[in-house]
């Protein structure tokens, strides 16, 4: 049989991608450097989403090649369970280093979905080991995303996500999202409007009673959904809610972790301290897969109150904390502190901002939403149409040579922090001339 093309393209079946419109008319990347992917046609392609919102150190940094081709010759595999390698618990170390006092422990995981079902475990898990086994409610929200796994899309609030597979977690709940175009069309930053949305937990909390819910689990920042953010003073007051109840707080940094706000994570943005943080992505720039549950003290000691010869959380995968993606990581935290990266994008979100809400004016612009080096711009949808506008935005920008991605009409932009400010200008101009010959 002959090895042709479109052969080649069958067999691989594509995630959250539409595979039959993509193979009719495939985009290939075949390589990347810095700000830029090059494309099968040669085409060079700015990045304005790293990659999936996880290259946040730039495309082909030496650095981390090189640790991870060291790492690899030196040792490929280690057994993750009743065995140890140094670079796992040196990144674990470096990990709770850069996190408040009091999130002092990592259990490792392969991907976000993985470090969010893990999370949601350990919040089950530590109720029990308390005592207290009836806190078994999970509380997610309206519009979140927190992966694919059974657990992420329980609590996640994305109707394509759930609808296609059955009855999900029992015992799941959900509080209202916090986008407000309404009143908080066109804010720049963190909007005014809405902090009264963290009492619809008080509201779960009288419905179901707080003996019976373990745990609350929200994105600092939504991105995956179209980039919503949380109105001033909510992340606050639903962190004192989750006090008085003795619930436990989740932050699920998978996309808010590792400067894309502008600081190390958006615990130090907002100053408001989860009990448990999910990270993945940026934790190795997009270049081999990694996640993680950073978790309180707290939660640790409490597992580690079993007997000493006990294993005290029966969890765990074949690779959690891979040799070779902890190198990969601890190469990644390396960029990150020695080139400042996390300052630049807080430098940059200024200039990030004003480019943004230059697209004001222009055609079916109907919000406009940022934060750190964050970026959405929400598109009038064409009646029965939903979704249509923002992919043909997206087919012309990359026609034009930039990245973006598309959520429903929402465009989100999202670019490695090494990005320079004439990429913010090439990045903003060119979805001003798309969204001009699309309109
Ligand atoms: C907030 C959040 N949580 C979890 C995930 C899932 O991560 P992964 O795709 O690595 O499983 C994502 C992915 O976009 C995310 O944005």
């Given at each position: 049989m002959s090895n042709t093309a479109a052969n080649n393209l069958d067999a691989f079946w594509m995630p959250f991608t539409a595979n039959r419109q993509f193979k009719s008319n495939p985009r290939m990347l075949v390589g990347a450097k810095d700000m830029h992917y090059t494309n099968a046609e040669g085409g060079k392609v700015l990045d304005g989403t790293a990659g999936l919102w996880c290259v946040n150190a730039g495309h082909g940094r030496q650095r981390i090649t090189d640790a991870v081709s060291q790492q690899m010759a030196e040792m490929d595999y280690a057994p993750a369970f009743q065995m140890g390698h140094p670079k796992v618990f040196e990144l674990a170390a470096r990990l709770t280093a850069m996190?408040?006092?009091?999130?002092d422990h990592v259990f490792f995981t392969n991907s976000g979905s993985e470090a969010v079902d893990t999370a949601l475990k350990i919040a089950l898990a530590y109720h029990r080991a308390r005592?207290?086994?009836?806190?078994?409610r999970l509380i997610g929200r309206e519009?979140?995303?927190?992966?694919?796994g059974f657990g992420g899309i329980s609590v996640g609030g994305i109707v394509t996500n759930r609808k296609?597979?059955?009855?999900?977690?029992?015992?799941v709940d959900h509080m209202p999202h916090t986008h407000l175009p309404e009143k908080?069309?066109?804010?720049?930053?963190?909007?005014?409007?809405?902090?009264?949305?963290?009492?619809e937990l008080e509201r779960i909390v009288t419905l179901h009673?707080?003996?019976?819910i373990a745990a609350v689990i929200v994105e600092p920042v939504a991105g995956s959904t179209g980039v919503i953010l949380p109105p001033k003073g909510y992340l606050e007051r639903l962190r004192k809610i989750c006090d008085k109840h003795g619930i436990l707080l989740i932050f699920?940094?998978?996309?808010?972790?590792?400067?894309?706000?502008?600081?190390?994570f958006a615990t130090d943005y907002f100053g408001v301290e989860p009990d448990m943080i999910t990270m993945a992505k940026g934790l190795t720039s997009g270049t081999i897969p990694m996640g993680g549950v950073v978790c309180s003290k707290n939660i640790y000691d409490t597992f580690m109150g079993?007997?000493?010869?006990?294993?005290?959380?029966f969890h765990g995968y074949t690779?959690?904390?891979?040799p070779v993606a902890a190198a990969a990581a601890l190469a990644t935290l390396d960029c990150y502190k020695d080139e400042g990266l996390f300052e630049r994008a807080n430098d940059l979100s200024g200039y990030w901002e004003d480019g943004l809400h230059s697209?004001?004016?222009?055609?079916?612009?109907i919000d406009l939403r940022n934060l750190g080096l964050i970026g959405a711009i929400e598109l009038e949808s064409i009646p029965g149409k939903p979704t249509a506008r923002a992919f043909e935005a997206f087919l012309k920008c990359y026609e034009k040579g930039v990245l973006i991605r598309t959520t429903g009409d929402i465009i989100a932009l999202s670019p490695p922090l090494i990005i320079e400010k004439t990429h913010i200008d090439q990045i903003f101009e060119t979805i001003r001339t798309v969204l001009n010959e699309i309109a």
């Amino acid at each position: 049989m002959s090895n042709t093309a479109a052969n080649n393209l069958d067999a691989f079946w594509m995630p959250f991608t539409a595979n039959r419109q993509f193979k009719s008319n495939p985009r290939m990347l075949v390589g990347a450097k810095d700000m830029h992917y090059t494309n099968a046609e040669g085409g060079k392609v700015l990045d304005g989403t790293a990659g999936l919102w996880c290259v946040n150190a730039g495309h082909g940094r030496q650095r981390i090649t090189d640790a991870v081709s060291q790492q690899m010759a030196e040792m490929d595999y280690a057994p993750a369970f009743q065995m140890g390698h140094p670079k796992v618990f040196e990144l674990a170390a470096r990990l709770t280093a850069m996190l408040p006092n009091g999130l002092d422990h990592v259990f490792f995981t392969n991907s976000g979905s993985e470090a969010v079902d893990t999370a949601l475990k350990i919040a089950l898990a530590y109720h029990r080991a308390r005592g207290d086994g009836a806190r078994t409610r999970l509380i997610g929200r309206e519009r979140g995303y927190h992966g694919v796994g059974f657990g992420g899309i329980s609590v996640g609030g994305i109707v394509t996500n759930r609808k296609n597979f059955g009855t999900l977690l029992a015992g799941v709940d959900h509080m209202p999202h916090t986008h407000l175009p309404e009143k908080n069309a066109f804010s720049k930053g963190i909007p005014e409007y809405g902090a009264e949305l963290a009492d619809e937990l008080e509201r779960i909390v009288t419905l179901h009673d707080a003996s019976t819910i373990a745990a609350v689990i929200v994105e600092p920042v939504a991105g995956s959904t179209g980039v919503i953010l949380p109105p001033k003073g909510y992340l606050e007051r639903l962190r004192k809610i989750c006090d008085k109840h003795g619930i436990l707080l989740i932050f699920d940094e998978v996309i808010t972790g590792f400067g894309r706000l502008g600081a190390g994570f958006a615990t130090d943005y907002f100053g408001v301290e989860p009990d448990m943080i999910t990270m993945a992505k940026g934790l190795t720039s997009g270049t081999i897969p990694m996640g993680g549950v950073v978790c309180s003290k707290n939660i640790y000691d409490t597992f580690m109150g079993a007997p000493e010869n006990t294993i005290e959380f029966f969890h765990g995968y074949t690779y959690s904390g891979h040799p070779v993606a902890a190198a990969a990581a601890l190469a990644t935290l390396d960029c990150y502190k020695d080139e400042g990266l996390f300052e630049r994008a807080n430098d940059l979100s200024g200039y990030w901002e004003d480019g943004l809400h230059s697209l004001k004016d222009c055609p079916n612009v109907i919000d406009l939403r940022n934060l750190g080096l964050i970026g959405a711009i929400e598109l009038e949808s064409i009646p029965g149409k939903p979704t249509a506008r923002a992919f043909e935005a997206f087919l012309k920008c990359y026609e034009k040579g930039v990245l973006i991605r598309t959520t429903g009409d929402i465009i989100a932009l999202s670019p490695p922090l090494i990005i320079e400010k004439t990429h913010i200008d090439q990045i903003f101009e060119t979805i001003r001339t798309v969204l001009n010959e699309i309109a």
